[in-house]
């Protein structure tokens, strides 16, 4: 069984930069992976922030970059805003199914 | 402009079967490229891929869920079902549908969710 691993919680000051990872149990997160990214605020339905690895969903900010750093998918927020409080969920395509992470509690303070 | 609706029951019992119907509009199942799946929530966790069908009739399941799922879709009627058979409490969960282009394997627009509770 696949595991798809995030980190549980992460904390970044005002207009700092933090990077989020979304790695495998067993090997390298590649781009066959199609890794993407969905921002959760509670009560709310997923927002695609990133898909195929790296491009940025429409209407979202520059801020957010998709990209794979060593052998795991990145989600990386530069000049983090108050509004970036959320959750983060990564999920990866292996194949023939989708392994969604456990999800990135993200604090902004 | 995409949207996705998700219908159903909101309370069932256990090992009863739920039924739920992802309605959209914006686009047709039956162009090549397009698919819809279902992912669910239980309340204070992780989101968790159910199923998934192709505009082609390809389906795919979660490989822990297989045995319980059956996703089919009706394109006459921009609709997509998703049946899971011997609900238990642990499958209490808010339902999400999701349109997801073949091309990049994700899941781009999203329904706004429907809460499914088991309990007798």
């Known amino acids: 069984q696949t595991v798809v691993t995030q980190e549980p919680s992460f904390s970044v000051s005002p207009g700092g930069t933090v990077t989020l990872t979304c790695g495998l149990s067993?090997?390298?997160?590649?781009?066959?992976?199609?890794a993407s990214w969905y921002q959760q605020t509670p009560g709310q339905a997923p927002r695609t922030l990133i898909y195929s690895t790296n491009t940025r969903s429409s209407g979202v900010p520059h801020r957010f970059s998709g990209s794979i750093l060593g052998h795991k998918a990145a989600l990386t927020i530069t000049g983090a805003q108050a509004d970036d409080e959320s959750d983060y969920y990564c999920?990866?395509?292996?194949?023939?199914?989708?392994?969604f992470g456990g999800g990135t509690k993200l604090t902004v303070l | 402009q995409i949207t996705l609706k998700e219908s159903g029951p909101t309370l069932v019992k256990p090992t009863q079967t739920l039924t739920l119907t992802c309605t959209f509009s914006g686009f047709s199942l039956s162009t090549s490229g397009v698919a819809v799946g279902w992912i669910r929530q239980p309340p204070g966790k992780a989101l968790e891929w159910l199923a998934l069908i192709y505009w082609d009739d390809d389906k795919r399941y979660s490989p822990s869920l297989k045995s319980r799922l059956t996703i089919t879709k009706d394109t006459s009627k921009n609709q997509v079902v998703l049946t899971m058979t011997n609900m238990d409490p642990v499958d209490t969960a808010t339902y999400y549908c999701?349109?997801?282009?073949?091309?990049?394997?994700?899941?781009?627009?999203w329904g706004q969710g429907t809460v499914v509770t088991v309990s007798s």
């Open positions: 999701a349109h997801s282009p073949y091309y990049d394997r994700s899941f781009d627009i």
């Open positions: 067993s090997g390298s997160v590649s781009t066959s992976n199609y």
């Open positions: 999920v990866l395509y292996m194949g023939s199914d989708w392994v």
